[in-house]
């Protein structure tokens, strides 16, 4: 290979061709590559370095990218449908408005990364790395948070009816405006956690009582 451009350019004509066998790019170096708006549905990226790649719009449905690394890559408006990003790198990452229904994120590293408006129904966050995300306008619907750290994150305006923030670290978060509608906070941490008008109805609180009427807390 002449140099890293050719190199990139050849691999990128391999992904996006459909009928390239098999499709798996696991391990390999991706960093910087441009694969905006393509379908890569089913793809097995598994340890790709994938380091601020652009992935805007891409369809990721069923992809496998288990431990790749995402660190600053733009995945805004992908759709991550079903996707494994467990133990992946999403550090700085920008995942606005991102299609992450039934995504397996176990042990992810989110730090800082950008989740405004996503969609989490339903995903796997144990354990996440979430510190300092911003996750405001979030849908965390039935989402798994057990031992997540969500330290300094901003979840304004978030929705987590029936979430499971067991053992949850939120030091700090902004939870201002959250929907806590039958979440499970038992044993979490809420030191300096904001949550002015937030609605606690039905919330199952650290120390295991349950908030019944809409409580705002100052």
């Not at 793809?43 to 380091?51: P, Q």
């Not at 619907?141 to 929705?159: P, Q, S, T």
Request: proline content about 1%; glycine content about 6%.
């Amino acid at each position: 290979m002449k140099n890293y451009a050719d190199k990139q350019e050849l691999i990128s004509s391999q992904i996006i061709n459909k009928c390239f066998q098999h499709r798996d790019f696991s391990g390999y170096d991706l960093s910087g590559i441009d694969l905006r708006d393509i379908d890569l549905s089913g793809i097995n990226l598994i340890g790709a370095d994938l380091r601020s790649a652009n992935l805007c719009g891409s369809i990721l449905t069923r992809a496998n990218l288990s431990g790749a690394n995402l660190m600053g890559a733009d995945l805004s408006e992908a759709n991550l449908y079903e996707a494994s990003l467990c133990e992946a790198n999403l550090i700085d990452a920008d995942l606005k408005q991102a299609n992450l229904c039934g995504t397996f994120l176990w042990r992810v590293k989110l730090m800082g990364s950008n989740l405004w408006g996503t969609s989490l129904c339903g995903a796997d966050l144990s354990e996440a790395d979430l510190r300092k995300a911003k996750l405001i306008e979030t849908s965390l619907i039935e989402a798994n948070l057990v031992r997540a750290n969500l330290a300094g994150a901003k979840l304004c305006g978030a929705i987590l009816l029936e979430a499971n923030l067991t053992e949850a670290n939120l030091t700090g978060a902004d939870l201002t405006w959250t929907n806590l509608t039958k979440a499970n906070l038992r044993d979490a941490n809420l030191w300096e956690t904001k949550l002015i008008y937030a609605k606690l109805r039905d919330t199952i609180m650290p120390d295991g009582t349950i908030e019944q009427p809409q409580i705002v807390i100052y």
